[in-house]
């Protein structure tokens, strides 16, 4: 067999030795040597680390939304990212034209459907209930079954206005009689109170920013973490990081990793705006901000890729190993001083870089920018 890709001399975050051939856009091939022709040899002579292609589980990127938006491409293979998850710009009513723009690029782009027919086409989509249909949200379901993995509902003050809880209840009708698929819910000021939201959540939804800075968030005023908040936590709901122009919060994530209480996923919540001017700018960085939380970066690098494939159902993705689809991040780690800045404007100095190189989706490879 001529392998299309061949990647020589890697190694894994464990630093050991790693080499991978892919074949009409799958792995057919894992060991610490291949041999075998191939049409591209990527030689990463021993100075490159390589993951599965890292998974950011809640961006914006349907490019025609006035508020939060970007290009799949800016923040995907350009940041050695191969798989974006739009996290609910679209509704039932806008998702099939993002469907139709997304195919075009090169990054892999999956969708979490809003529950409100636009999605965000302003801050306050969840301020009418008129516009959370259960049956067209299941048409567009049913209608993109390879592009939809979960679903999307943002549970503040300014998306609810005066609805408080109820949007939830309604996404949890929709999430049951839809074969239980992930749903994520985003969490800010309240109303609604995160008791609120946190109590109505089973195993495996996912609550985004769950690391932010704002009073309705998981810590109380004696910095201890909120009693119901451990009720979740304990049950199985999934933290997720969604960093975001406003939520995430070094010293909300470092009291948790002290308590014990660790976020499942990282996300960034980029949009153009927080990409180009901060504090997100990118995946890679979010990284560096849990490894100076203190995480470590074996499981940071789990964190996107194993662990968010295994909550949004993404089977083919996550791993390096045969049988799954060939998307690889190729990264440097360099002992260097960068300012992180978290979204409250704290600061901390890192002295360890993330710099991915390139990007491999389906067995092509792209440098990243
Ligand atoms: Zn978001």
């Known amino acids: 067999m001529v392998y299309d890709l061949l990647v020589k001399n890697g190694k894994l975050i464990d630093e050991s030795q790693i ?95 809003n529950i409100s027919e636009w999605g965000i086409v302003a801050q306050d989509e969840l301020a009418d209930l008129t516009k959370i249909n259960h049956d067209l949200v299941h048409q567009a379901l049913r209608q993109y079954p390879d592009f939809i993995v979960g679903l999307k509902a943002r549970m503040s ?53 769950c690391f932010n800075g704002k009073e309705n968030g998981i810590l109380a005023s004696d910095d201890q973490i909120k009693t119901f908040v451990w009720d979740a936590y304990r049950k199985g709901v999934i933290f997720d990081i969604g960093h975001g122009t406003d939520s995430f919060n070094f010293h909300v994530a470092e009291v948790a990793l002290a308590a014990e209480m660790i976020a499942a996923t990282i996300s960034t919540d980029i949009y153009h705006r927080n990409r180009e001017d901060g504090p997100v700018h990118d995946l890679a960085t979010t990284i560096e901000k849990l490894l100076e939380v203190g995480y470590q970066l074996p499981d940071l690098i789990d964190k996107v890729t194993a662990k968010p494939a295994e909550f949004f159902r993404l089977t083919k993705k996550g791993h390096v190993a045969k049988g799954f689809d060939g998307d690889l991040t190729i990264f440097n780690i360099a002992k260097q001083d960068k300012i992180l800045t978290d979204s409250n404007g704290n600061q901390r100095v890192s002295h360890t870089r993330i710099i991915p190189q390139k990007a491999i989706v389906g067995g092509i490879v792209y440098d990243v920018k």
């Open 157 to 209: 003050k300014t998306v609810v206005g005066n609805n408080g809880i109820i949007p939830l209840e309604m996404a949890k009708e929709i999430q049951k009689d839809n074969g239980d698929l992930p749903l994520m819910v985003h969490i800010g000021s309240a109303p609604p109170e995160l008791s609120e939201i946190l109590s109505r959540l089973d195993r495996c939804d996912i609550v985004t920013h």
């Open 19 to 113: 080499e991978i051939a892919i074949k009409d856009g799958v792995i057919v091939a894992v060991d610490k040597t291949l041999e075998g022709a191939a049409v591209v040899v990527l030689d990463l002579s021993g100075e490159s680390y390589v993951s599965a292609g890292w998974i950011d589980g809640h961006v914006h990127c349907y490019e025609k939304m006035s508020l939060y938006y970007d290009f799949p491409d800016e923040i995907g293979i350009s940041k050695g990212v191969t798989t974006v998850i739009d996290a609910g710009s679209t509704g039932p009513k806008n998702i099939g034209d993002f469907y139709q723009s997304a195919k075009s690029v090169k990054t892999n782009v999956l969708a979490l459907i």
